[in-house]
Structure formats: C-alpha cells, structure tokens
C-alpha cells in the first residue's frame, strides 16, 4: 500500500489541508467526510485506492487544518460545491470519482446533480439523497424523531457544550463506545479531539447545519412536504450506495425510490454496521469502493485507459 502524503491547496479565498496518497496515478479520486470528521476517516482507505487511483481527502472547508471563513453564509452548499470542483482543477482534472460520507455525501449529492460532466462515478457511504431526506424530515415520524439533533445543532453556542470536559459529550455522541471496543484506538480519540478544539473549528464545522434550509418538522409543519422538485435531482453517473443498516441517525427508508434518481446505482447493505462505516468495517468498504472503481475503468474505450 502506498504511503499518506499531506500538502494544502488554495481554493479561491481559502486554502484546504488534505492527505493523499498514489499521487503518480492519473485517476483522480476525492474522499468528502462528514460531521464531525476530518480527512482522518478515510486513513485505512486512502492507501488501499492509492495503490490504483490518486486518492485525495482534503479537510472540508471550516474543518482541522483547512480554513475556517467567518460567518454562516460562507457555508452554503454553492460554497461547499465550488471547492470540490476547484480543488480537482488543483491538481489539473475537469472530471473525477467522488467519494463521500454523512455531510460529505450531502455534498457530493451537489456536486453530482450540479456538474453532471465532472463526477465520472459517485460512491455514498451512509448519506442521504437530498430529495428523498427532505420529504422524509416532513413525513417520517421516525426520521424526523432521529434528526432532532439537527435542530440543536443550528442552535448559537452548542459548541461549547460540546467542547465541554474534554469533549466529553462529543466523543459519547460518535465514538466512545468504539473506542471501547477496540474498533477505534485512543490516538484515534486524540486525533478527533485535536481537531474539534482547534480554534473556531467546532464553531465552524456547525455552521453547515446552521446553512442548511432542511430541519425536522415540527407539529405545525409535519406532513407539508418539502416544496422541492424532484426532476432537479436526479444524477446520471453510476453510483454505488454503502449502507450501514444499524445507523443510528438515518432510517432506511432513505434508500427507498433512490434508483428513481440514480437509474445507474448499486446498494451494498452492511447488516449491524452503523453510521460510521469507515471505522467499523474498514476492510469491506476499502474492498467495495475499489470494486466498483475498477469496474468503472474498464467501461472505458480501451484507447482511453
């Protein structure tokens, strides 16, 4: 396997940290984590792609080492879109494979249905369809139960809470039970915690949630729908979905009707896996992200490859 490199590049007004690794492959491949993560999620997948594909897993804007711009509105999703596709035209690519989970999947969802002719396939771990999550915060009981969180997130000042003790109440919400396990180790703790207490990080990592139109319903608007159209959602790549069955934030009805919007999608379905996919079955989504990448290379002209 390949080693893990880490440099920055400057996108627009910000400068990004990322890790990389296969940096004399051609095929560009990006890797979005979610709250509250950083490029440190994808450390045992990193290598394994790096072997074929220039794997690339930058710290998303607001988050660890990268930039962390004031203000709510510099979170908006366009934002979020934009570095995406300026950091591929960083290292020179107009089109590349998307990797993403949670909040990262949320943006990759964009960028897919943005920029069609940019994201040559798109791989989702455990994040949801943006048409799909809506309706579902709107009309499903036991998403819009598991999605108050969300609410409380938008909340001012809910990163002190958070940050509070040691991150105590941080860490009982993600990964202390992991670490109990043996699943995560403590310099794995450390690292998370190193990251959240960097200065406005926490502050920042929360104004994605702040930015977002989408919460769960309330008594006044359950049922109202989301007002979206859903023919300005659809992607046209091939996708594969991997989906840890246990999550704890997302019901699985979210898969429901997602070949509707993907017509090219493949689902993995990981039973007793929950959210946090990288940490628990590392080697099965290392193994099915390459896969699926493979199997995408050899769709190519053979002139191309």
């Not at 960028?111 to 994201?119: L, Y």
């Not at 002190?160 to 794995?188: I, P, Q, R, Y």
């Not at 200065?199 to 319903?217: D, E, I, T, V, W």
Request: overall charge negative; hydrophobic content about 40%.
């Amino acid at each position: 396997m390949t080693k893990i490199i880490h440099n920055s590049a400057k996108i627009g007004d910000i400068v990004l940290h990322y890790a990389q690794s296969g940096m004399e492959n051609d095929e560009l491949v990006l890797m979005l984590h979610g709250f509250p993560e950083l490029w440190y999620c994808w450390k045992d997948q990193l290598p394994v792609l790096g072997d074929k594909y220039h794997a690339v897993a930058p710290d998303m804007r607001g988050y660890n080492l990268s930039d962390k711009p004031e203000g709510v509105e510099a979170y908006k999703i366009r934002h979020l879109v934009a570095d995406v596709v300026s950091l591929a035209a960083h290292f020179g690519k107009n089109s590349f494979y998307l990797v993403a989970h949670d909040w990262g999947a949320a943006i990759a969802w964009a960028v897919a249905i943005a920029h069609p002719d940019k994201v040559k396939g798109l791989i989702i771990l455990n994040g949801v369809h943006p048409y799909i999550f809506a309706n579902l915060l709107s009309n499903n009981d036991e998403q819009i139960e598991k999605s108050q969180y969300i609410a409380q997130f938008q909340q001012s000042g809910i990163e002190h809470d958070m940050l509070a003790h040691d991150c105590e109440w941080l860490m009982e919400w993600t990964f202390k039970d992991h670490v109990a396990a043996g699943l995560m180790s403590k310099e794995d703790e450390e690292a998370y915690k190193t990251a959240w207490k960097r200065p406005g990080a926490l502050n920042a990592m929360l104004n994605y949630y702040r930015a977002s139109p989408l919460k769960p319903a309330t008594k006044e608007t359950r049922g109202k729908g989301s007002g979206l159209n859903p023919d300005n959602f659809h992607v046209t790549m091939p996708t594969l979905v991997i989906w840890g069955e246990a999550d704890h934030a997302l019901v699985k009805e979210n898969l429901d009707g997602l070949e509707e919007f993907a017509p090219d999608l493949k689902i993995v379905r990981l039973p007793g896996v929950t959210h946090w996919v990288t940490h628990e079955a590392p080697e099965i989504v290392s193994f099915e992200i390459m896969s699926f990448l493979d199997r995408l290379e050899l769709r190519k002209p053979a002139e191309k490859r």
